[in-house]
């Protein structure tokens, strides 16, 4: 089935890359929380929510693309949860640095994640445990986290804000910081080119959850800012579908 997964996000990241090159002016909407949805995303959903009825036609699909006209289920203890376009501000900027990303959630935890960089042609995976890189030239190679005695930070290029600047002043170890868009930021982090993400401000559970199944996999974590515990991706206790402050470490 992973395969399968992995084909479904390529196939969706091709389709990105249609609009991403096409002459034709990008069609641009914009959500309730004032966020871009273009073309791009509404044609990736639809691949990816077919893939996935076609593969598993009894696990139900969240997709970022139909929360606005959908009820989902509380108690669904399994379903795929996926972003079909993460990044679309980067989309939307040329810049190369957005994500096709799919992940399984089983009881609130991601146990399957996949994140297709189309730009790059770099796609990343990870199940049971263990996480994957194939590159652009097709090349494979289990990755895993890297600690370092000056750690690399790696922050939202779209979103910063006065709590992570608190944070980044509150550090007292020498630090680097690199700035990079969508959910890249989890994958540099499980491939060892940076050890600290951390995030403040708002992100929903789709944005999360293939890179937290990648980071998880390769050794490191994704814990709550405040509460020190698993970003929990369980639909039962939810008010909402946002994540809580969080922190991406090695």
């Known amino acids: 089935m992973l395969r399968e997964i992995c084909k479904i996000a390529r196939n969706a990241g091709a389709a990105i890359m249609k609009v991403y090159y096409s002459d034709k002016l990008i069609d641009i909407s914009y959500k309730f929380d004032t966020s871009p949805v273009t073309n791009a995303d509404k044609i990736a959903n639809k691949i990816i929510k077919n893939g996935l009825v076609t593969i598993t036609p009894n696990i139900p699909i969240l997709s970022e693309e139909d929360v606005n006209n959908f009820k989902y289920n509380k108690n669904w203890n399994i379903y795929w949860l996926i972003d ?81 600047h608190d944070f980044l002043n509150k550090t007292e170890k020498k630090y680097t910081i ?37 980071v998880t996999a390769a050794g490191g974590k994704v814990i709550t800012y405040n509460e020190k515990k698993d970003l929990n991706y369980s639909l039962l206790s939810r008010r909402s579908l946002t994540n809580s402050d969080f922190l991406v470490l090695s």
Do not use: M
């Open 84 to 164: 079909p376009l993460d990044g679309t501000k980067e989309f939307l900027k040329k810049n190369g640095e957005f994500t096709v990303n799919i992940s399984l959630i089983e009881y609130g935890i991601p146990i399957l994640g996949v994140i297709y960089a189309p730009y790059f042609n770099t796609l990343y995976y990870a199940y049971k445990q263990k996480s994957w890189k194939i590159n652009s030239l097709g090349y494979k190679e289990k990755i895993s986290v890297v600690q370092s005695n000056i750690p690399k930070f790696i922050i939202s290029r779209s979103h910063p804000n006065e709590k992570l």
């Open 178 to 214: 690199k700035k990079l868009g969508s959910s890249l930021k989890f994958c540099y982090i499980a491939e060892g080119k940076a050890q600290v993400y951390p995030r403040f401000g708002q992100t929903y559970i789709w944005d999360t959850a293939a890179g937290h199944a990648i």
